[in-house]
């Protein structure tokens, strides 16, 4: 349909997940605190830059607004 209601939402933390090889991620989705689904799969995360080189500090936000299968 053209509905656009979500049907479950999730965070998942980057934190220790620029490894520089495929990460495992897996977590339940939720809406209005109900259980609605599990996301789980494998991501690989580059930056542009050489892994493990942190000369700077820096922090960036990545939000990904909707991911949706049905759409394509």
């Known amino acids: 349909g053209d509905d656009h209601e979500s049907y479950g ?25 109900e259980e609605t689904g599990k996301l789980k799969g494998e991501w690989y995360i580059s930056t542009g830059s050489a ?5 700077k500090s820096s922090r960036k936000t990545y939000e990904i607004v909707a991911l949706d299968t049905e759409y394509h």
Request: hydrophobic share 30%.
């Open 51 to 55: 892994i493990g080189s942190r000369n």
């Open 9 to 33: 939402e999730c965070v998942i933390s980057l934190k220790d997940m620029f490894s520089g090889d495929p990460c495992y991620f897996e977590t339940t989705m939720t809406h209005f605190g």
